[in-house]
């Protein structure tokens, strides 16, 4: 994989507005602000590359499986802190397998050229529009019709949700297609809004609905604001919030896909994946997969560990964080208040610096259980936060 | 080929646009009391306790000041109100105002 310096599209910003990146600027602390979408560069992979990255994907979702099976039999849910009102219905749906979508593996991809797995955004992963679409029209844009990309995102999206419609596995006459309003940059609405076209060209009807005006009736179940039933959902909320506001309860008695329940997607198991403590999980149960980078929860690590990341049980965008290298702390993520359920402690991984001190994290999209592209983002520092930007890629 | 065939947005541009302008700016609604004067949400999250209203106005009212005309639904006017709000609030801080979800200036949709 290399990184080149390349020139921007006159008039970018506009362009990628209009695709429905409208929160490419991210304000820093200091009053400045950071393109998020940068295209004054991109990356090259050649077509082995890509296999080997997907090949390690494939395995890593087989993995999965068995750590999920191993966390229920092990009873790890505590520890994961995963509250016990919500274990009986993560129990059930990863037997019942109701309808999943999406994933995203972040994964290191260093000079060696092993991708190691950093985390699995299993429940709520943004930066999918960009990916899916945005780098696409920008790839034709620059190197013509003829470019070739690993993004097969928007068509393997259209036939998933086919595939769950045509198998009536989604419930009701619509979908509710649940943003947040209190997120401000527009990432959360439009990624819910890029969804919907993903559903839409599959011929699904949809409504958006923010998540906040999600209502409930007695002898009813959920309901929309028309008194509409709720009867599959979409949401682009972790479900480790929801288990602890005040609709934990109902959404957990009223899930399933009959009358005056809910069929939510992603179903609510995912919280066994998206939780950081699949990563010790993994090591615990293949040592020595080279995708595999050694972690342990905190406190089990082995005396004398001195190089590690150290990441909270919840958390996304490098929040709460913290590199040590040699025993020393040499960087922290931003303070977001995560880290009350516990943390867990990774072998620390070198990202690679492919020029001009960029270090890539490598986005490897799943489709229900299917690789199904790449979108890299790149960081200046060791920590891949929401200061971090966007690259787009080709294979070359 | 490892790329997408094609890509259509149709209904992306339109969402974008719309929340550039704005229109995805919610309509709060604040608990208040006889007085109109905006209290906490708890008063009128109890089952039974009359005197409080939800009323429906833009964001940005504080604690103790005074919501002017508008539209005001008894607190304890069950039919009206399904419960709401009971999802989002990790989201957020603080007791005071709560999104509807409905949006000022109509809400989207898309169908296919």
Known sequence: MQRHDIEPRQGWPAIIEEQGLIYWRTPLPDGEEISYWHEGAHYSLTSEEVYEIEAAARLMLEMLIEAGDYIIEENLFAQMGIPGWAVPRIKETWESEPPMLYGRFDFAYGHDGVPKLLEYNADTPTGLLESA????????????????????????????WREL???????????HMLHTSQERSGEDFMTIGYLTETARAAYLLCDLLPIESLGFVDGRGFVDLAGDDVRTAFKLYPWEWMVHEDFSSLALEHMGDGPGQTTWIEPIWKMLWSNKGILPVLHRLFPENPHVLPAWFEGEQPAGLESFVRKPLLAREGAN???????????????????????????????GDYGGGARPVLGVWTVDVEPAGLGIRESDGLLTTNTSRFVPHVIA | MKRSKSVTLAVVPLLAAAFVAGCGQDETA?????NNRVTDNVHCDRANNPGFFWFFGGPGL????????????????????ARRGGFGSSARSGGIGRSTGKTIGGGFSGGG
């Open chain 2, 30 to 34: 604040y608990c208040v009391d006889q």
């Open chain 1, 165 to 175: 419609a045509q198998a009536g596995r989604l419930p009701g006459t619509k979908i």
């Open chain 1, 133 to 160: 679409a945005v780098q696409w029209f920008w790839a034709r844009d620059v190197f013509g019709a003829g470019v070739d990309q690993w993004n097969m995102l928007h068509e393997m999206l259209v036939a998933r």
């Open chain 1, 321 to 351: 964080a913290a590199v040590v290298l040699d025993g020393e702390l040499v960087e922290e993520g931003p303070d977001q208040d995560y880290g009350d359920e516990g943390f867990v402690v990774q072998t620390y991984t070198d990202l």
């Open chain 2, 62 to 81: 504080g604690r103790g000041s005074i919501a002017g005309a508008g539209e005001r639904i008894n607190s304890t006017d069950r039919a009206a109100l």
